[in-house]
């Protein structure tokens, strides 16, 4: 069992030296960049904020993460990130279309149109951490890693569709997006799910 993970570890750490590493810091630069042009315009359109709030609160009406008591099932949110990240890395099979760039620029604008709309209610930015942060140290990683996957993958398989050997088939590409679900993502998330149910709202509880 060791050596197979050992193997499974390899196979993700060659894609890292083979151009992962890069999808990973142009992901990690570019997502806070999002975040923070969306807040900006969000805090400078108020109407544009009411329209985006609206849609975004609309959107998480419909994944059930609320208990009948209304506390936040863990379950559920692991299995909507979950859902999120393999989805996020799938669209990365579909060659040229770099769908991975769309997940990833959605879910950083999201982050700043709360972020604008929680200091627009009132709530001060210490607050909006308090709810993010906790959860976030688990949950964004993720994220990024899952949009650089997908991201890696369309690139391989754009290669590949203009006849360039040394890019990977699409079972390789299979297998990596496999590897970083069970090896990395998973954990990640399952984590991020018990201290987002469980913790984030016992820090909030003592701000306000």
């Known amino acids: 069992m060791r050596d197979f993970l050992q193997y499974q570890f390899d196979g993700l750490k060659n894609a890292w030296h083979n151009g992962l590493n890069g999808e990973v810091k142009r992901t990690a ?15 400078f359109l108020p109407d544009l904020r ?25 379950l559920g949110l692991f299995s909507n990130n979950l859902r999120a990240c393999a989805f996020t890395m799938v669209y990365g099979l579909i060659p040229f279309l770099y769908l991975s760039a769309m997940a990833l620029g959605i879910n950083a604008m999201l982050l ?23 959860h976030g140290i688990f949950e964004l990683p993720a994220l990024v890693l899952a949009f650089a996957m997908g991201l890696y993958v ?16 699409v079972w390789d590409c299979l297998v990596l997006i496999s590897r970083m679900l069970l090896l ?15 913790v984030t ?3 909030l509880s003592l701000l306000f």
């Open 184 to 198: 990395v993502l998973i954990p990640l998330l399952a984590v991020s799910a018990v201290v987002e149910a469980y």
């Open 50 to 74: 009411t329209q985006l709030v609206k849609l975004v609160l609309d959107a998480m009406d419909g994944l059930h993460v609320v208990e009948e008591d209304g506390s936040l099932s863990a």
């Open 154 to 169: 369309c690139g391989q398989l754009t290669r590949r569709c203009r006849r360039d050997s040394s890019a990977l088939h």
């Open 29 to 43: 630069i570019a997502f806070p960049l999002l975040a923070v042009l969306a807040f900006a315009l969000c805090m």
């Open 201 to 203: 709202p016992a820090v």
């Open 112 to 134: 700043g149109i709360l972020a604008a709309w929680y200091l627009s209610e009132g709530v001060s930015m210490l607050g909006y951490l308090a709810a993010i942060v906790p």
